[in-house]
């Protein structure tokens, strides 16, 4: 358990690292624009899978508590990610990760042959990756802010135990493609590439390995599977592209440590039990 104090330290609004390399080799206008922030896991899932397609984009850092116009007209709840087409007149827009996603899947499949999913002649196993998706979206992503908003103790205690199981009904969902599908799809098989379950979850694994391990003292039992498959995900070359410097999230994560008030739309839904935004 952390008995640090909070330090009062701020967002960071620019990409460190890898991430930063990224971002600056994508700079100049383009038919795409993501409007993103470095600390995002959202972002970080379209970030991830345009990395992965090799689609072009142009990268737009906003502050997305600020809620500058330009992201307004892009995402009406001025949320990241937003996703711009700027080669219509007016332009376009999408926002929401999991539906960017499926467009990016759509247009890849269509344009470049590539896919996140099983093939098309493999129609459940294709719904399986996705059933793995949802119990990410539905149990994974609400268990990490439980537990890293968590105060009391007695909270944190359940909030590990969530986060625990919310891995195992992941673990299983894995399992059950293996047994029950001919397609191999993923980084829970040596040597694949990213499948959509690993790109929607991969955000908050990488941050269970830096953020809730520095504020909860979160880790993975040794030896365990899983862990090699996080060390899989945290080192395929597409998501590390996306990855900023360790110190980036911890400092941007304080808010979310300390539970301090109005720390972001996600935060005060937890902290009300309600749907995430
Ligand atoms: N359901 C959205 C959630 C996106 C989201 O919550 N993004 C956060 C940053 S990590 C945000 O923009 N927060 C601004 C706020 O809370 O006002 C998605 O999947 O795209």
Redesign the pocket.
């Known amino acids: 358990m952390s008995h640090k104090a909070d330090s009062g330290k701020s967002y960071h609004l620019k990409c460190t690292g890898d991430a930063l390399s990224t971002a600056d080799a994508h700079s100049k206008p383009n038919d795409l624009t993501l409007f993103g922030?470095c600390?995002?896991?959202?972002?970080q899932?379209v970030w991830v899978a345009l990395e992965e397609f090799g689609i072009d984009y142009q990268v737009h850092e906003v502050d997305?508590?600020k809620?500058p116009p330009e992201l307004l007209e892009v995402?009406p709840?001025?949320?990241?990610?937003g996703l711009k087409f700027n080669n219509t007149t007016p332009s376009k827009s999408l926002?929401?990760?999991?539906?960017?996603l499926e467009y990016l899947e759509d247009l890849a499949n269509r344009d470049l042959g590539k896919s996140l999913l099983p093939p098309t002649s493999d129609l459940y196993g294709r719904a399986l990756v996705r059933l793995q998706a949802d119990h990410v979206n539905r149990n994974l992503v609400p268990a990490f802010y439980k537990y890293l908003q968590a105060q009391d103790i007695d909270k944190q205690i359940e909030g590990v135990k969530e986060f625990l199981s919310s891995i195992e009904g992941l673990v299983q969902l894995f399992e059950r493609a293996e047994k029950e599908s001919d397609s191999k799809v993923g980084l829970w098989h040596a040597g694949n590439s990213l499948s959509l379950a690993d790109v929607v979850a991969g955000p908050w694994l990488f941050r269970a390995t830096n953020v809730l391990k520095h504020y909860r003292g979160f880790t993975l039992p040794e030896g365990d599977k899983f862990r090699v498959y996080l060390d899989r995900l945290v080192n395929y070359p597409a998501f590390k592209r996306t990855c900023s410097t360790e110190e980036l999230y911890l400092e941007s994560y304080e808010r979310y440590a300390y539970n301090r008030p109005n720390?972001?739309?996600?935060?005060?839904a937890i902290n009300l039990g309600r749907a995430?935004?």
């Open positions: 922030s600390f995002c896991p959202f972002v899932r997305p508590y809620k995402s709840k001025g949320l990241v990610p926002n929401e990760s999991t539906v960017i720390t972001s739309q996600v935060a005060n995430l935004p």
